[in-house]
């Protein structure tokens, strides 16, 4: 069975500041790790994958997240924010078995202030 | 490519009353499609998955007799709340990958509201 935990249900930064939002995974099977992000009554859009190529993922709009297996992490950093980042973002594992289900953290709103 | 559609993007409709929502794969084959339901300020919880063609599978706690799946082509499909009441208000939202593929793609939801 797979598990994520998100650290902090709410992140706040200053515009221009370096974004963190922190994802630890639990997974008995090498993982599939998604990071999507979801504004206000919108479905959700892909950030980025890491599906057991290079540990360092880059994705859409600036941002990056590193696969740390010996720290079973899988953060979302961004250096610079901006004020379009504000939304909800959400971390994912998934495995390459069976019908590949999702499971998904709880979720972190990222607010961006001026 | 690999767009989702959902429709309608928002329902209100009356105690009691049926409520069919719509998954379409818009520029691929869904071999397998899932749907989720979202609470205000919650994370997304995945209610069923279903292959073409084959009856859908349904996570624990979900009344599989509530909410019909159907999906019967492979861009095709249907989410039914049966007798729905006021509890069952949520955001849901669809999403379908290809066979071999590991990533879904997310329609834009459906918001119900019932009264």
């Known amino acids: 069975a797979q598990s994520v935990t998100q650290l902090g249900s709410h992140v706040s930064v200053s515009e221009g500041a370096l974004v963190l939002l922190r994802c630890n995974y639990s997974?008995?099977?090498?993982?599939?790790l998604f990071w999507y992000v979801q504004y206000p009554n919108q479905g959700l859009q892909l950030l980025l994958k890491?599906?057991?190529?290079?540990?360092l993922v880059k994705g859409i709009n600036g941002f990056e997240a590193e696969f740390k297996k010996s720290e079973t992490s899988f953060h979302l950093t961004k250096p610079s924010a901006h004020m379009s980042d504000a939304a909800e973002y959400f971390c994912?594992?998934?495995?390459?078995?069976?019908?590949?289900?999702?499971?998904f953290g709880q979720g972190t709103r990222l607010t961006i202030n001026p | 490519g690999a767009v989702v559609s959902q429709h309608p993007s928002w329902v209100i409709c009356k105690s009691g009353t049926s409520v069919k929502i719509e998954c379409r794969s818009l520029?691929?084959?869904?071999?397998?499609m899932f749907w989720y339901r979202q609470f205000p300020k919650q994370s997304l919880m995945l209610m069923a998955t279903?292959?073409?063609?084959?009856?859908?599978?349904?996570e624990q706690g979900v009344e599989k007799d509530k909410f019909l799946i159907n999906h019967a082509s492979l861009t095709l499909s249907t989410l039914t709340v049966t007798s729905a009441h006021p509890e069952d208000s949520s955001f849901y939202i669809c999403?379908?990958?290809?066979?071999?593929?590991?990533?879904?793609?997310f329609g834009p939801g459906t918001r119900l509201t019932v009264l």
């Open positions: 999403s379908a990958k290809t066979s071999g593929g590991n990533e879904q793609f």
């Open positions: 997974s008995s099977v090498p993982p599939y």
């Open positions: 890491y599906t057991s190529a290079a540990t």
């Open positions: 994912a594992v998934s495995t390459n078995q069976g019908a590949q289900k999702l499971v």
């Open positions: 520029d691929f084959q869904a071999t397998t």
């Open positions: 279903s292959n073409e063609g084959s009856k859908a599978t349904y």
